[in-house]
């Protein structure tokens, strides 16, 4: 277990203040003793790690439903607190498991300038398991927070972090110490970060969760906006109790209790709202937390607050959703449950030969042929202003002056891309890096014992390029793929992930070479594009030339590839490249996906 912080050396006074009162034997902790700076400042400021750690570990020390965990460290070399609350006191997945209850997880801070989470799931923690004002939250609910996920991000703290925030007065930083933006690394994992939270996730398999942030754009009355997937990408059990219970409530309740609430959205034109607002109809990536949940078969809940709005409204906003969508999941816990548990049923199934077939939703659209919902947009009023420096005008919103627009909101989507489902997939052995990828997202990876010669479906690949600049650290890939049926022969010791398990859709998103966020895309099997022989044109040309003589089939696609090719007629290298890449010594590796179907 990788440590957190030890107790004596926290340069707190939460903790301390907690341990006194225990050791004189008073009645025990009060909310006074675990104040936040968020708190103690009017939301002006927020606390630093030191303060998440003694804040969680005091609670640990007050209340035997808390536990904290370690999940590990990051680059820089802090641990990564994992804090859980459970009144039957089941601190490992195992035993939570057993419990039957729904275990749900607060991420926050993934984006560590955007740490409203933070405060707002502290605060909730307090409630649950120190004031105990919401202790009955725990009756049919284990709750995880992870206090702050990109740590080492949020110590790079500053008041220039984020140019478009009000508040709070000093922020962290948006990506991770190495420069990755976590909210983009969920299938990739290049994170050491998302390496450590990645086992987290897959050890408890929460029914669902939560990951908090904060937008920008265009500014309005909406405090707080969310959204979990509910198209065509998600399993449909998930998709259905996202649209009839998890979002309804949320509307309802927020706005019953004070807040301005709406499905998080894209405005189609930022300075005109009855143009349509675009809610869950985007592309589909599982790069994205929310769309990761998706794939693994878990609602998972992005948060939205606004960053124009005071950092005490915003954190408000977040811990009232938090609360409002726990209060569901304790009051009918078996609905999220067995609509998980039929998720996982249904990939589950692929291997099947009866539904195998399948067809996996890889990527998705809006509907071009939806009418959309009537709206009524909660907006602001606007007036442009005149810059010199910009050499044009741009938009000034005034809260002072709220206006309603009735327009349209549009959340259909409809699958542009998918693939029939494969039984599974056979992995030559050499691929280290990429069977450790599958088995850190909680696949099920076997081994071959002996070599096997067997039929597969395979990928060739064309028209490869690269991006010009790298994204997230890497430089990604589009191309063309063919397939076919051929013989191959896997070695002992091959990878098999065979589709009967619940992660299904994770292992068809990372090894269908056209899904959006493939392996293949990020670069893990760059190696196969690249020419490692070479001919001298003195060894080829005879060997060309003989081959030119007797075989007239040969001559004819020669021919025709001189005409497609006018360019390179005068070009002896590319010629003999010609005849190089039709004979035997041509790799017939390259440009083929080692991966079998």
Request: with cysteine; charged share 25%; hydrophobic share 40%.
């Amino acid at each position: 277990m990788n440590a957190l912080p030890s107790r004596p050396r926290i340069a707190s006074g939460i903790l301390f203040a907690v341990l006194a009162l225990t050791s004189a034997g008073c009645a025990g902790p009060t909310a006074s003793d675990f104040m936040l700076t968020a708190e103690r400042t009017d939301f002006v400021r927020t606390g630093d790690y030191a303060e998440a750690v003694a804040f969680v570990r005091a609670a640990e020390q007050a209340s035997p439903w808390v536990r904290v965990v370690s999940m590990g460290m990051t680059p820089e070399g802090r641990g990564m607190p994992l804090v859980i609350v459970s009144r039957e006191r089941a601190f490992t997945p195992e035993q939570a498991a057993a419990t039957g209850k729904a275990i749900v997880l607060i991420n926050n801070g993934i984006h560590s300038g955007e740490i409203e989470g933070k405060d707002a799931s502290l605060q909730l923690l307090r409630e649950i398991a120190i004031t105990k004002t919401h202790a009955s939250l725990l009756d049919h609910v284990i709750l995880l927070i992870v206090p702050i996920f990109s740590i080492d991000g949020h110590e790079r703290s500053s008041r220039y972090n984020r140019i478009n925030q009000n508040g709070p007065e000093e922020m962290g930083w948006r990506c991770t110490a190495q420069g990755y933006n976590l909210n983009r690394d969920f299938i990739k994992a290049d994170a050491l970060e998302m390496q450590h939270w990645l086992r987290m996730y897959h050890a408890w398999r929460p029914h669902f969760w939560f990951d908090t942030h904060t937008t920008d754009g265009a500014d309005w009355q909406y405090d707080v906006t969310f959204i979990a997937s509910f198209g065509p990408e998600a399993p449909a059990p998930i998709a259905g109790w996202v649209k009839d219970k998890l979002h309804p409530h949320l509307l309802r309740t927020l706005a019953e209790d004070g807040h301005c609430p709406q499905l998080f959205f894209d405005m189609r034109d930022r300075l005109d709202p009855s143009k349509g607002l675009s809610a869950g109809s985007g592309g589909f990536a599982p790069r994205f937390s929310t769309m990761y949940g998706a794939i693994t078969n878990r609602p998972s809940l992005l948060i939205e607050t606004h960053m124009l709005k005071p950092y005490g409204t915003r954190v408000r906003a977040t811990h009232q959703v938090l609360l409002r969508s726990m209060e569901l999941i304790n009051a009918e816990p078996a609905k999220l449950i067995d609509a998980v548990r039929e998720s996982d049923d249904e990939a589950s199934r692929f291997a099947d030969p009866k539904s195998h077939s399948a067809a996996v939703p890889l990527a998705t659209i809006a509907d071009e042929k939806e009418e959309g919902e009537p709206v009524t947009f909660k907006g602001l009023a606007h007036t442009m202003q005149s810059s010199e420096a910009a050499g044009g005008s741009y938009p000034r919103w005034d809260p002072a002056q709220p206006i309603d627009v009735p327009t349209k909101i549009f959340t259909k989507a409809v699958v542009s891309e998918s693939v029939r489902a494969p039984r599974g997939y056979l992995i030559p052995p050499q691929w280290t890096d990429v069977i450790a990828k599958l088995e850190l997202h909680g696949l099920r990876v076997t081994r071959l014992k002996k070599p096997l010669v067997t039929n597969v479906e395979v990928y060739r690949f064309a028209d490869v390029h690269w991006s010009e600049r790298p994204f997230e650290g890497r430089h990604m890939l589009s191309f063309k793929t063919t397939k076919s049926s051929e013989m191959r022969r896997y070695p002992a010791g091959s990878a098999v992930v065979m589709l009967d398990q619940p992660m299904s859709r994770v292992a068809v998103h990372m090894l269908e070479p056209d899904a959006p966020d493939s392996l293949v895309r990020w670069g893990f099997f760059d190696t196969i594009f690249e020419q490692k022989e070479y001919f001298e044109d003195y060894c080829m040309a005879p060997i060309a030339d003989a081959e030119l003589q007797k075989d007239e089939s040969l001559r004819g696609e020669f021919e025709a590839w001189l005409k497609e090719n006018p360019d390179k007629a005068d070009n002896v290298r590319a010629r003999l490249q010609f005849f190089y890449q039709r004979s035997p010594y041509w790799d017939e590796n390259k440009d083929v996906y080692p991966i079998g179907r």
